[in-house]
């Protein structure tokens, strides 16, 4: 079955930078694009960006831009989510989630992972 | 960006009584292919959101008949025809018809009395 695997908790302080991953398996990583989402605690889900695994080729919010870099590594069917110049109301669950067609809607999420930022 | 507004934000029911949730979007959600990308997540404490209805009414593998998506063009409608104890939680509307920039409502948390 379908699984994202995300990594573990972090805490960072202003003006750091985070990577999160999300490794995925139980189908063919290439042909499903891969979604970034947060949400701060007691809030509602924000999407940031989006890869395309075969390509590499990403689009991101314009709110991160400049702030958030997504790649991937289809060796090992991981996306990382880096997110740089961090505020504290970067404090959120960061989500990666995956499309399928035939809904066009999330069919599939990773755990989250939570990222605090905290002096 | 395509905004989404949910009504209420707060659902108090009583088990076994029917639930509804409104979300409207700012423009139209019908996708030049034909199909309106409008979904609804549930989240519960602690977990990421898990899909239950697609495309305006179609319920996800696994989720219960008393599920119910409608509507069109920018108003939808979720239905819960008699709510049990295991739908708590919080609801989201979510457009994909804006590819690749999804958005989604703000949430309604439904709740016992």
């Known amino acids: 079955q379908v699984q994202l695997v995300q990594s573990g908790a972090e805490v960072k302080k202003p003006g750091a930078s985070v990577k999160v991953s999300c490794k995925a398996s139980g189908y063919i990583f290439t042909r499903y694009y891969i979604h970034w989402v947060r949400q701060a605690p007691g809030q509602g889900l924000e999407w940031m960006g989006i890869i395309n695994p075969s390509g590499g080729s990403t689009t991101y919010a314009q709110k991160f831009q400049g702030r958030i870099t997504v790649t991937r590594d289809t060796f090992t069917s991981t996306v990382y989510m880096e997110l740089s110049s961090l505020r504290f109301e970067d404090t959120a669950v960061y989500y990666c989630a995956r499309i399928d067609y035939t809904s066009g809607s999330y069919t599939d999420w990773g755990q989250g992972t939570l990222v605090t930022v905290s002096s | 960006d395509i905004v989404m507004t949910q009504t209420p934000l707060s659902s108090p029911v009583t088990l076994g009584q029917p639930a509804s949730i409104s979300c409207r979007s700012t423009?139209?959600?019908?996708?030049?292919?034909?199909?309106?990308?409008l979904s609804w997540l549930h989240q519960r404490p602690g977990q990421p959101p898990r899909l239950l209805i697609y495309k305006i009414s179609n319920r996800f593998s696994g989720v219960p008949d008393r599920f119910s998506g409608s509507g069109a063009g920018t108003d939808f409608t979720l239905k819960i025809s008699r709510v049990e104890a295991e739908d708590v939680g919080v609801y989201f509307c979510?457009?994909?018809?804006?590819?690749?920039?999804?958005?989604f409502g703000q949430g309604t948390k439904l709740e016992i009395k």
């Open positions: 979510m457009q994909a018809t804006q590819f690749p920039h999804h958005t």
């Open positions: 423009q139209s959600l019908v996708h030049s292919d034909g199909n309106t990308y």
